[in-house]
């Protein structure tokens, strides 16, 4: 099993405003459209694949749900098909993000 590599959200805010990282949100669509993180993209779990994160570009790729689990299963399923993908799981997911103080939609 791959080692899932975690990011807090002060880092992968950091990463974001740099322009090195891509932010996709693994929760369902109904949840993206409760609350959301400005600039994620949405690719629920269940879809989820290399190829689909390979279409937005060759950056760092982090991952978020609502509390991290889901984020874990997809960095898994990522970097099992693919081990040299550069995946983050944002620990704590998208209440961890709010919790830091930054903004959602």
Do not use: Q
Request: aromatic share 6%.
């Amino acid at each position: 099993m791959p080692t899932i590599k975690s990011i807090d959200a002060k880092t992968a805010k950091e990463w974001l405003n740099k322009n090195e990282a891509i932010l996709i949100d693994v929760r369902e669509p109904k949840e993206y459209s409760e609350m959301h993180i400005a600039g994620a993209k949405l690719i629920p779990l269940g879809t989820i694949e290399k190829e689909k994160l390979l279409e937005l570009g060759h950056k760092k790729f982090i991952i978020h749900c609502h509390l991290g689990k889901r984020g874990e299963v997809a960095c898994n399923k990522l970097l099992m098909s693919d081990p040299n993908l550069d995946v983050y799981n944002l620990e704590g997911g998208i209440s961890a993000w709010e919790k830091a103080g930054f903004k959602v939609i």
